[in-house]
């Protein structure tokens, strides 16, 4: 059995957005849209997900913290579709080509989904959510947005995503994070974020606005560490780094 978390974002619900899948470090993808809902992207992770796994035989378990989706697809499609995907009241069924895609990736496939709460510290499920964000976030900056390597299997052979990204960059996400082993719980004031001694991490005398680059490597477990650090003090990872440095 494969299991794998899918989950999606968007920054104003409708606004940048993006979707997620993740099985391990070395099988996720990602991508997204400038404009889109949270239940759209939820329900593409997912769909992506069986795309990606397509040439697969096990059969293949979601992690997924959306009800909605679950039901979607458990309780809900096959009536729509009898119905000319229209609803008990007659109206048009929200979302239908994502629904009408997932429809057809499902047949003959070997699945089962598992509710997971959301923002708790599931690994799996922070995974998927940090890198959907992740994408909606770089939607939002304009920046590149991370695709993640798809699916690689024993032998060598990936699957691409068919990320709805303009951009195929596969940037790490982690990149411009410490590693969180290394924090403290509290984080430096604003105006500690300021190194004002000879043992700077940075120089500051380039120009006010220059920035500088640090990329590690962090665990997953280092990554959810940092994840939630960052959400009990409001700020993104970033920030909290920031204000460390």
């Known amino acids: ?34 404009h889109a809902t949270n239940n759209q992207g939820e329900l593409r992770a997912v769909l992506e997900l069986f795309r990606a796994t397509a040439h697969l035989d096990e059969e293949l378990l979601v992690l997924c913290d959306s009800q909605y989706v679950i039901n979607c697809i458990t309780k809900w499609m096959q009536g729509w579709k009898r119905k ?58 304009g920046g590149a947005v991370p695709s993640g390597p798809g699916w690689s299997d024993a032998g060598g052979t990936r699957t691409a ?3 709805g990204a303009t951009s195929s960059a596969a940037d790490d996400i982690e990149t411009g994070l410490a590693a969180a082993s290394a924090l403290d719980p509290t984080p430096a004031g604003p105006t500690d974020a300021v190194p004002q001694d000879d043992d700077a991490l940075f120089t500051l005398d380039d120009a006010p606005d220059a920035w500088h680059q640090l990329t590690v ?5 280092e990554h959810d560490r940092l994840l939630q650090l960052a959400r009990a003090s409001g700020v993104s990872p970033e920030e909290y780094l920031r204000g460390l440095i």
């Open 1 to 34: 059995m494969i299991t794998a978390a899918a989950d999606g974002s968007a920054l104003g619900n409708p606004g940048p957005a993006g979707w997620a899948w993740y099985v391990d470090d070395d099988r996720w993808a990602a991508g997204g849209w400038k």
């Open 84 to 141: 000319g995907w229209r609803k008990a009241d007659g109206k048009p069924v929200l979302n239908v080509e994502l629904l009408k895609e997932l429809d057809a990736e499902l047949a003959g496939r070997r699945y089962r989904f598992e509710w997971v709460k959301g923002h708790v510290g599931h690994p799996m499920n922070e995974a998927a959510d940090i890198r959907a964000r992740s994408v909606a976030e770089a939607y939002r900056s």
């Open 161 to 163: 995503a068919r990320a």
């Open 217 to 221: 490597e962090l665990s997953t477990e």
